[in-house]
């Protein structure tokens, strides 16, 4: 199979890079990544001789039918993807995350290539604390920020590419993920990297937000289980059953780092700030056998606070402009 990566070189994007290449051999990999300020080819060094890198904008009609052309199929991970970044300038949100979506599936439409689109459950809106439901395939879309509208707006193209046009394609739809190589402008890792160059962590608002966590490798699998079995046209929710709140992921963070846990900070809360996300992900795991791995956040959050103990060099010089983005948002 010879596939299309877009955004492989970020977060999520590199660790399904790293973890194909090492787990299916029979599988040709190309990476399509814009290398904005979350994209890295350090978070490929580990196999950059065995795949191929191209650096350019999935917006690039051009770009984009010429790689599609010579593929059997494209995984989007490439998006605009921090909820606060949005809030200050939505249009890079609008341009890759809408703009992008739509230049992809002309192309994989053309030639009638496999599609799979990497969404969040973002796109359901939040949930009350106390709401007994959660969010499920036929929860309606009601975002709530600029980049969970531009991702909503990105899976309805998608839908609407797959009724009109027959585009074989699949969504789904996933949790907040942790992991090795996530920016340091996210919650998790500008914690860990706060406390290992001395910052005080900072928490917004209250606290009392909860984000239902899955580790990386955990949505990625599921992520190829969906190419692999989904039913094209379907919705498949990703989430691992990891409900925290954010006092609670902090406490632990300084736990694990041997620092007192009330030794953190409280900022301004985030604008519009959505208040709990909860996934039912149970129609993935009854039709396509999936269920998550690392099913003890302490000992996932531990691995990765290692990683970024061990892996200064990949964070290191961005973390001052970081934090001055941060202090000038007053967060
Ligand atoms: P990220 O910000 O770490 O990485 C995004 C990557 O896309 C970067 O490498 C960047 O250079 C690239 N990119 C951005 N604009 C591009 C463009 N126009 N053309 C080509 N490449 C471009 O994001 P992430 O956290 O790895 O998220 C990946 C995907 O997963 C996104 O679609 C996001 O909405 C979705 N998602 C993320 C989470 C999460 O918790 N991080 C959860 C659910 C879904
Ligand atoms: O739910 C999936 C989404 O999860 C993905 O679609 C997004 O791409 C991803 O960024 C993430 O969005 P969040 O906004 O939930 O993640 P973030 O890491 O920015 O924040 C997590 C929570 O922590 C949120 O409630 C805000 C809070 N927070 C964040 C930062 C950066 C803090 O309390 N302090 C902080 O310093």
């Not at 955004?7 to 973890?19: D, H, Y």
């Not at 736990?255 to 996300?277: N, S």
Request: hydrophobic share 35%; aromatic share 10%; glycine share 8%.
């Amino acid at each position: 199979m010879r596939i299309v990566v877009t955004g492989g070189a970020g977060f999520i994007g590199s660790n399904f890079v790293t973890a194909t290449v090492r787990d299916r051999p029979d599988v040709e990999v190309t990476v399509l990544d814009a290398l904005t300020y979350a994209g890295s080819r350090k978070s490929l060094s580990a196999v950059e001789d065995r795949i191929r890198f191209v650096q350019g904008d999935i917006a690039n009609a051009a770009l984009a039918d010429q790689l599609v052309a010579n593929s059997d199929m494209v995984v989007n991970f490439a998006a605009e993807s921090h909820n606060d970044n949005s809030l200050v300038d939505p249009w890079p949100f609008v341009q890759t995350n809408i703009v992008g979506t739509y230049t992809l599936l002309q192309s994989v439409r053309r030639h009638g290539v496999r599609y799979h689109h990497v969404s969040t459950d973002e796109v359901y809106g939040d949930l009350e604390l106390d709401d007994p439901k959660k969010f499920t395939e036929q929860t309606p879309y009601n975002p709530s920020s600029p980049y969970s509208s531009t991702k909503a707006a990105s899976d309805m193209l998608v839908r609407a590419w797959i009724r009109s046009f027959g585009v074989q394609a699949t969504l789904s739809n996933c949790s907040n993920n942790y992991g090795p190589r996530q920016h340091i402008e996210k919650f998790i890792p500008r914690q860990i990297t706060n406390i290992l160059t001395g910052v005080r962590p900072k928490l917004y608002g209250g606290g009392t937000n909860v984000r239902d966590w899955i580790h990386v490798d955990d949505h990625n699998a599921a992520v190829w289980r969906i190419i692999e079995s989904g039913q094209i046209g379907r919705t498949y929710l990703i989430g691992a059953n990891g409900e925290l709140d954010n006092l609670s992921v902090i406490r632990i963070i300084l736990e694990l780092m041997g620092r007192d846990p009330e030794d953190f900070d409280y900022v301004a809360d985030r604008v519009g700030h959505d208040l709990r996300y909860a996934i039912d992900s149970s129609s993935l795991s009854g039709e396509l056998g999936w269920y998550p791995r690392y099913t003890n956040f302490r000992e996932g959050l531990q691995a990765t606070i290692d990683w970024y103990h061990n892996n200064r060099g990949w964070w290191e010089n961005e973390k001052d402009a970081v934090e001055a983005r941060y202090q000038a948002q007053g967060a």
